[in-house]
């Protein structure tokens, strides 16, 4: 048996505002609306559907596997909007990026307060 994650819903305050921003972040594009979600589709086949709700919304946390070339473009793209990023996901490193098992990686949350994180080797992979 095979099985494989297809999609997820992510809470915003603002559907749009959030799906437009990480597709914007990431260098995608957004998939046609449907319904009350906005989809995301990521190159992997999963994706992720934005939904607009009413009331709080409780924090997530979404990590990305890129290239190093892919990292780049989503780094020039959060500086030149002017995300705050960090290199650790409390916050306590503002401005860095980190090194993890020899590659990089940064976090920065998206407009409903989700942590974002964007890696380019897996935990565990290696390096220092």
Do not use: C
Not at 5 to 22: G, K, M, P, W
Not at 49 to 70: G, I, K, M, N, R
């Amino acid at each position: 048996m095979s099985v494989e994650f297809n999609h997820t819903i992510v809470l915003a305050r603002d559907n749009r505002e959030s799906a437009e921003f990480l597709a914007h972040v990431l260098g995608l594009e957004l998939g046609q609306e449907w319904g009350p979600f906005i989809p995301l589709p990521l190159s992997n086949g999963v994706t992720l559907d934005f939904v607009t709700v009413d009331h709080e919304v409780p924090l997530q946390h979404y990590a990305f596997l890129v290239s190093e070339d892919e990292f780049d473009g989503i780094f020039r793209r959060i500086e030149e909007a002017g995300v705050t990023y960090f290199a650790d996901p409390h916050g306590k490193q503002p401005g860095e990026i980190n090194h993890n098992d020899g590659g990089r990686g940064m976090y920065f949350l998206d407009p409903a307060g989700h942590g974002m994180e964007v890696i380019t080797r897996p935990y565990g992979s290696g390096g220092s």
